[in-house]
């Protein structure tokens, strides 16, 4: 490659250094560094294009940022024309000084009314400028340093807006404060984790809200203490373990109510409850022990009653009054001694049907000779009417029923309300994602859930899916670019009339296609089979990051969810092509000069249930070798016809398996949005692939062409 400049160092070596020394052409009268005028400028005033407003010198931006929409504010002063076009030049002489060196370095002063500016601009096309309106614009194709001997101020009287598309790396050797006045908004799409060596203390005024759509795990090595001055509930869907090594107290200043559905064990070595009013009330079951002591006012056995050790041991009854509801003889009693009065009525039937006084096996000793009245206070009968009654009661068993139709989990985790394709809301860039694999574009849950969140054009589906208006195309031949011509004898002659007014004319094609090769030789300043490790911060090309492919302007996403090196590295490998692909348009200082190639969709990780189809674009993604791009203007906003540009020129300048030219009409608001999306060969650890080279076109997801690309109009 040759510039205009190159002959400054052949007629050094001729002519010696007096050429920038002396300042006199050493043969005549020329300028004594060779270089004016140039060729630009012959037959013309020497004086700056730029100064007469000829040209006009704009800083290096590759575009503008999607984020950030370009300022447009000149039609708020009456003085400046209402269709003010900043691209246009509207410097006049001698109203802008400017001083342009032979290395191609800039500096202009403009005081031309409407389009007074100040621009200092370096040969790469970094610098600074000053615009119309007040507006500081800086720009760097490379590394940007500030650096502050003191302190450093930053006042930004409106709003602000950071984006950096690798690692964002801030150090603070003191205190980081950060003071908001309004709300803090965090989207993090891969883990949040903090490192915190002292103490942590939050102050919240209103709610504490956390939603955790996974495991919570919280470990504390100290002690730990909850204290709420309100309520407290805590409900769970599922079990609900307690294990406490040491002591374990519940109190309460109110009511206490324990119940199950189930079962409810309480097991200790020491038992004890205690009650001013106790009610131990069943249907059936055991009370006592061998070694129990009880102690009752007034026993009601419904059966048989039983005084011994279960051996035919002996035991004791005390009470005031034994008293059977039947007659003896159907009802026994036996013991070895009764103490106490079994005086019965005059009928024997009533009574004991043996002797008073009698002292040995079956006798009993009379005590009293007034025997005390029947006590015969009774609660309630513990039968099957009265147990269902109190079960039933407020104080019998809650039925607890956390979430019955799991209608609060569908809405925190959406999966079954997305058909298992997301487990939370989509962007509209991301239903378009998820819209490139057809299984999904078949799922009817997914694509009402879409339609019904206002995040997919209904009318883009189904029967709309051929374009009403088609522009320009591009084969699979070279592409034929626009004024080159060819000096001397090709061999491709031809009379081609009406060019150039030359019947006569040359066919020149502009053919920088590598053909078809399969293999790449990579930079090794870039080469993944170098870095030390995979991450979202390893270079892939100058100023290109993998963590560019992973923040997306359709979809976001992280590599957390890959664990495997080798894997990371394999994709590390596939999205260099990628890199390289799109480094050809940030180094493109001619028609892509003014525009930028974005990763809309980048790395893809499918949803928790999701099933994605293999080798669909979103499987080819999920491993680096797809990824869709789309192409915007200065003032950030997407730019259809140069993203067809983009597409044909990397039809014929790069390597690819299949390049597909992507138009929906998937926005809710119905317009048309066109995407590239490039797809590269599975490459092995040498970078060798199969590079086919195949193009499509498609529209709302169907095919139109296949081996041509051609541009939707509407």
């Known amino acids: 490659m040759t510039t205009k400049n190159d002959d400054i160092l052949d007629r050094q070596a001729k002519f010696g250094n007096q050429v920038y020394e002396e300042g006199v052409y050493p043969t005549g009268y020329q300028d004594p560094s060779g270089v004016y005028p140039r060729s630009e400028y012959y037959y013309e005033s020497s004086i700056n294009k730029a100064s007469r407003g000829k040209i006009r010198n704009t800083l290096s931006t590759n575009g503008g940022i999607p984020t950030l929409k370009a300022k447009r504010n000149y039609s708020e002063s009456s003085e400046i024309p209402e269709e003010f076009d900043e691209t246009r030049n509207y410097s006049t002489y001698p109203h802008n000084q400017v001083i342009e ?160 559905e189930v079962r409810q064990n309480l097991t200790s070595p020491d038992t004890n409850i205690f009650a001013n009013k106790l009610m131990v009330t069943g249907e059936e079951g055991t009370i006592g022990g061998e070694e129990i002591i009880m102690y009752a006012r007034n026993l009601y056995a419904g059966h048989t009653l039983f005084v011994g050790d279960g051996a035919g041991g002996s035991g004791t009854i005390n009470v005031h009054t034994i008293r059977a509801s039947d007659i003896i003889a159907t009802n026994n009693m036996t013991a070895p001694t009764f103490t106490g009065d079994l005086d019965g009525a005059s009928a024997v039937t009533r009574s004991q049907s043996y002797n008073e006084n009698v002292t040995s096996g079956g006798s009993i000793t009379n005590n009293s000779s007034s025997p005390l009245a029947d006590d015969t206070t009774a609660t309630v009968l513990p039968d099957e009417n009265v147990a269902a009654l109190y079960l039933a009661s407020e ?93 001397g004898d090709n061999g491709n002659k031809a009379e081609i009339p009406n060019i150039a007014g030359n019947s006569n004319y040359y066919n020149s094609y502009f053919t920088p296609n590598p053909g078809a090769k399969s293999q790449i030789l990579p930079d090794p300043l870039y080469n993944p089979n170098n870095a030390a490790s995979i991450t979202s911060g390893t270079k892939l090309a100058r100023g290109i990051t993998i963590g560019k492919f992973l923040g997306g302007a359709g979809e976001k996403t992280n590599m957390n969810h890959i664990t495997d090196a080798t894997e990371r590295l394999q994709i590390a490998r596939q999205l260099y092509l990628q890199a390289v692909a799109l480094n050809t348009v940030n180094t493109n200082m001619g028609k892509f000069s003014n525009k930028r190639a974005i990763v809309v969709e980048g790395l893809y990780k499918k949803g928790p249930l999701e099933f994605v189809t293999p080798n669909s674009l979103n499987d080819l993604a999920s491993k680096g070798r797809a990824v869709v791009y789309q192409l915007i203007n200065e003032a950030g906003v997407p730019d259809n016809a140069s993203t067809y540009d983009l597409a044909v020129y990397w039809k014929d300048t790069i390597l690819f398996e299949r390049l597909i030219l992507d138009y929906d009409r998937y926005h809710p608001d119905g317009s048309l949005e066109c995407h590239v999306v490039l797809v590269m060969p599975e490459i092995d650890s040498s970078f060798t692939g199969k590079f086919d080279k195949n193009l499509e076109t498609r529209y709302n997801g169907s095919i139109q062409t296949s081996g041509e690309l051609v541009e939707i109009l509407a």
């Not at 370095?105 to 007040?134: C, F, Q, Y």
């Not at 995040?455 to 189904?462: R, S, W």
């Open 101 to 260: 060196t032979p290395g191609g370095h800039i500096i202009e002063l403009d005081d031309t009314i409407v389009n007074e500016r100040i621009l200092i601009k370096h040969k790469s096309g970094a610098g600074i400028e000053i615009k119309p309106d007040g507006t500081i614009h800086m720009s760097s194709i490379e590394d940007i340093l500030i650096s502050a001997g003191n302190d450093q101020h930053v006042v930004v009287e409106g709003n602000a807006h950071m984006t950096y598309q690798g690692d964002l790396n801030v150090d603070v050797a003191g205190d980081y404060n950060l003071s908001v006045g309004g709300n803090k908004l965090q989207i993090i799409t891969g883990d949040h984790i903090s490192e915190i060596d002292g103490a942590r203390k939050g102050n919240i005024a209103l709610q504490d809200n956390l939603v955790v759509k996974g495991h919570q795990y919280n470990t504390v090595l100290e002690s730990k203490t909850d204290l709420n001055l309100g309520g407290y509930t805590h409900a769970v869907k599922g079990n609900f373990t307690q294990n406490v090594e040491g002591d374990m107290g519940i109190f309460a200043s109110g009511a206490q109510q324990i119940t199950s």
């Open 395 to 487: 104080y019998g068993i809650r039925d607890v029923q956390v979430d019955p139709e799991n209608d609060l989990k569908k809405l925190i985790n959406q999966t079954t309300l997305s058909g298992n394709i997301s487990d939370r809301p989509l962007t509209i860039g991301e239903c378009r994602s998820k819209l490139r694999d057809e299984n999904n574009k078949n799922n009817e849950d997914f694509i009402a859930k879409c339609v019904a969140e206002g995040k997919l054009n209904p009318e883009a589906l189904g029967s709309k899916s051929v374009p009403a208006e088609t522009g320009r195309n591009a084969s699979n031949e070279p592409t034929v670019a626009e004024n080159y011509t060819i000096i």
